[in-house]
């Protein structure tokens, strides 16, 4: 018995769903960055913080990396520091390690993953 096979490889398509995945990687960082403002979790005395020191790194998307940076000096201080008296006039829910909801086991896990599935779905036409 012979089998023979011919695979045809659509190049084209291949590159528009790689980019749709960088790019709904990228907006799903977006949208973490914005549903941790909404959330105001984030301390916030100036507003420094959270509206100009906080940004989505892109440089990284390509290899499938995009990351949320803080760029402060006291941004890691207050991250591990959950035990400090955090003002609440601002952001009720103004804390420490302000992103574990959104981590493994928080009640916001799943939300990245299923923000990133809404946008492919979109950004690639599927």
């Not at 018995?1 to 590159?15: A, E, H, P």
């Not at 990687?25 to 913080?49: C, I, K, S």
């Amino acid at each position: 018995m012979n089998v023979n096979s011919t695979i045809k490889l659509n190049f084209g398509r291949i590159r528009e769903l790689t980019q749709a995945a960088v790019t709904s990687l990228e907006q799903t960082g977006e949208y973490l960055h914005e549903e941790v403002q909404q959330a105001q979790v984030m301390p916030f005395d100036t507003g420094n913080l959270q509206n100009e020191s906080t940004f989505v790194d892109t440089s990284e998307s390509k290899s499938g990396k995009v990351t949320l940076v803080s760029s402060t000096p006291y941004a890691r201080r207050l991250y591990y520091h959950p035990e400090y008296n955090f003002r609440k006039d601002e952001n009720p829910n103004a804390g420490g390690e302000w992103y574990k909801d959104w981590l493994p086991g928080g009640s916001k896990e799943n939300d990245c993953k299923d923000a990133f599935k809404r946008f492919y779905k979109r950004n690639s036409g599927v």
